[in-house]
């Protein structure tokens, strides 16, 4: 069975530190690696997605991805209170079904 | 944000009735899912469809039937609830398989 793993947290970090959220998925097929952040009682956002080894940035967010090492990452870079929340990896089975596979999420806490 | 709108966004009902939610979309998108998420084991795939009357089964498909006869309009049918079933369930559209897969903002379903 296909699996995407993360720490459950909570990951805790002051103001304006670097929080490091990370993944590991087990099929060595998969393609597309998805990062969402989830405030409570709301939906999951897209927050990045990366398809190729290597590092991808947007703004105060990196996705790292080492496929051969199997994990991906997210790096949020001078946290803010309001990054709060719970982050889900999804990973895109590379098998014919396409089908999106989700960690059960990391949550961060930032302290002011 | 994306145009989804689910239907209802909560509903209270009891163990043996029918419950049929609505997910509706104004991007023209092909791909439509529908996930529940539960504490513990995240996001899981029911059933997703790639175009009208077009749907295959996810991870977690038994009790649960969908349609979608139209682009815009995908339903998700509960034909006898039972207590298990009590979750929130989002829907999400995606443009093409492996793209970003962006979510409604749910439904809170509880059966008593």
């Known amino acids: 069975q296909k699996e995407v793993e993360q720490n459950s947290g909570p990951l805790s970090v002051p103001e304006g530190a670097i929080a490091s959220l990370n993944c590991t998925y087990s099929?060595?097929?998969?393609?597309?690696f998805f990062w969402y952040r989830q405030y409570s009682g709301k939906s999951p956002e897209l927050i990045m997605f990366?398809?190729?080894?290597g590092d991808k940035e947007d703004g105060r967010f990196t996705a790292q991805l080492n496929k051969a090492s199997q994990y991906v990452s997210l790096l949020i870079r001078d946290s803010q209170p309001s990054d709060s929340a719970t982050y889900l990896c999804a990973v895109l089975g590379g098998d014919s079904s396409y089908k999106l596979i989700f960690g059960s999420g990391t949550r961060l806490l930032v302290r002011p | 944000d994306a145009g989804i709108t689910q239907s209802p966004r909560h509903k209270v009902t009891e163990t043996g009735t029918p419950v049929t939610l609505r997910c509706h979309q104004t991007e023209n998108h092909r791909y439509m899912y529908w996930y529940r998420q539960d504490p513990g084991h995240g996001l899981r795939l029911i059933h997703y469809s790639y175009g009208v009357k077009d749907t295959d089964k996810g991870e977690v498909s038994d009790g649960y039937s969908v349609s979608r006869s139209k682009t815009e309009d995908f339903l998700l049918t509960l034909e006898s609830a039972t207590s298990s079933q009590t979750s929130v369930y989002f829907c999400?559209?995606?443009?093409?398989?492996?793209?970003?897969?962006?979510f409604g903002d749910g439904t809170r379903l509880s059966i008593l």
């Open positions: 999400a559209i995606s443009e093409g398989q492996k793209q970003p897969q962006h």
């Open positions: 990366i398809y190729s080894n």
């Open positions: 099929d060595r097929g998969s393609q597309s």
